[in-house]
């Protein structure tokens, strides 16, 4: 898989949070993250927006579906100084709270609505979900417009902006 996806890679992760406030998080099987606390996340597809990509890695690793209502920010780095690794981070919702999580048990070990509080203080979070857990992301989210045609001439089959509309 690593040598489809070259030297630049385009992840995504979704924080869903259901109605009680609680995150969306898993534990993954495998990787620097196995056996901890992170977001469901993966790589997008050829032929699929990140905003659909993210959708797609929520249902495919939890069983729930979601909608995305905004960007939350952009993680990006380079990995022994020749990947270039970048994961944009959405801001979803579940679409039905009452949903039962289903587990795809060849990348996630366990899957849990956690509170924030149990993310910051629990000690078995990733770095970077800590960081965000800590944080008042969501007053400064990027929000979504799908009604915009950047011009015929692009030849765009989908066309999505995220943006800030002032805070």
């Keep these: 898989m690593r040598t489809e996806r070259g030297k630049v890679w385009l992840g995504v992760a979704g924080i869903v949070i259901n109605s009680e406030g609680k995150w969306l998080v898993v534990k ?3 990787s620097g993250l196995k056996g901890i606390w992170s977001l469901p996340a993966g790589f997008v597809q050829f032929g699929e927006t990140a905003d659909e990509a993210v959708v ?3 249902k495919e690793e939890t069983g729930i579906d979601c909608e995305v209502t905004g ?3 952009l993680r ?3 990995i022994r100084q020749d990947i270039s690794d970048n994961m944009a981070i959405f801001y979803c919702q579940p679409i ?4 039962t999580i289903k587990i795809q048990e060849k990348e996630i070990s366990e899957v849990k609505w956690l509170t924030v509080e149990e993310l910051v203080n629990g000690g078995e979070a990733s770095v970077m979900l800590q960081e ?7 007053k400064h ?3 979504k417009r799908e009604d915009i045609n950047p011009g015929d001439v692009f030849e765009y089959s989908t066309y999505k902006l995220f943006f800030n509309k002032g805070i």
Excluded at 96 to 99: A, E, G, K, S, V
Excluded at 133 to 138: G, I, Q, V
């Design 76 to 78: 990006t780095g380079v």
């Design 132 to 138: 965000m857990a800590s944080h008042d992301l969501f």
């Design 71 to 73: 960007l939350i920010g």
């Design 141 to 143: 989210q990027l929000n």
């Design 96 to 99: 039905d709270c009452n949903q």
């Design 28 to 30: 993954k099987t495998y």
């Design 56 to 58: 797609r890695e929520v």
